[in-house]
């Protein structure tokens, strides 16, 4: 069976696609991969083609200021409703021709898609192609019980709450989200298609694919008074890493890890790999908050500023790079402080490790509070943490050992099963190759 995995060149949307892959390749099957050219040499190490972008601009972590400079200076709903419009709705009928387009050479019997995409509905409709949507972030598909996308909020729990929360959803739904609404909903036209008069455009991808893809256990969102059956909560997709030692790149971390001084306690502190221009934000008030505690601090700089903040934080107990290996570093780590990428608190409570979560763009304000709901975690609900407030949540974690009970509990949710071995079985069955 041939299967076009088809993603943004982003890689929070990239990278938890690439252990299905690898699993569907391991099956059997012919995988292709529709993104950006800058995913070539990852591809090439996983032996899947790729097929890049033609029409579709490619959005980078590394181009967005250079592509939008005005996206610097918006914040809040602003920045939200401007993304919404320019990197994800805009590219729709650029994605949808490329694949028309690429079909001609690799004639694919079903797609696994990245939600935001928002190609689905073309690509069922119109080429008659089975879909599947992929999901790397929370589940956005609306429902009654659940908080309106964009403002961190947790389930209401009384008529006042209920009435904020319904004010919120009116302005997420018909102002923030309204641009690229709107432009998506002319892109449809111009293909004879129309999106259902009721609903937001992020319940199209839910609405338009045979199955979904939810990355996550479903203890990880809220609870819902509908449960749509198309989709599958997974576990944690986390991205693919070969079997046993990496090769000199483990070893050389493992090396250096070791000649790291020994501490009662670690802490992990990252700012992602897109919002991590302005280290002001969270890295620099977490090591004040931090950094004269008897504990080892590692952080991850995403590539940026890594010398002059090491410069700037000499201590022997900071530790600061460009990337680290999460997965390795989390195995030893007693509080991870993050601005909320879904990839990192999914590997986060793959280990264990309860976290301090400070963070709004880009969707992070839900995931937060998805953390703090689950008990697995302290929202500090903002982009901009007082490193007073950072250091009394550390310390509320340390102290108070349910923290950690509760993040145990569910690394054991994530640990139950085989996430991309249900996944690749979701993609058969959409298919038609999978027993029910």
Known sequence: MKILFASQAIDGHFNPMTGVAVRLKERGHNVAWYTGPVFRDKLRDLDIPLLPFQRAIEHRVDNLFELYPERAELKGPRAIGFDGEKIFASNVSNFFEDIRELEQDFSFDVAVVDSSMFIHRLVASLMGKPLVNFVAIPNMESDPLVPP??????????PVERSIQAAAGFLSDNVI?????????????????AAPRHGRLTDEPYRSSAAV?????????FPRRHRNPAVHYVGALLPYRPPGPAGAVAERDTKEAERWPQYPRTMLVTQGTVDNVDQDKLIVPALEAVKDMDALVIVATGGRGTEALSARYPQPNIVIRDFVDFARVLDFTDVFITNGGFGGVQLSLSKGVPMVVSGINEGKSDVNARVEFAGVGISLKTERPK??????????????????????????????????????????????????
Do not use: C, H
């Open 149 to 158: 996308l964009f403002f961190g909020f947790k389930p209401a729990r009384n």
């Open 213 to 221: 893809i939810q990355t996550g256990p479903e203890a990880l969102d």
């Open 177 to 193: 989200l309204r641009p690229a609404g709107l432009s998506y909903r002319r892109q449809l036209a111009a293909y004879g298609q």
């Open 387 to 436: 490193p007073w407030r950072i250091a009394q949540a550390v310390q509320e974690i340390l102290s108070n050992a349910a923290w950690r009970t509760r993040a145990q509990q569910m690394r054991d949710l994530f640990a139950a099963g085989d996430p991309a071995a249900v996944a690749a079985a979701v993609v058969e069955k959409a298919a038609g190759l999978a027993p029910d």
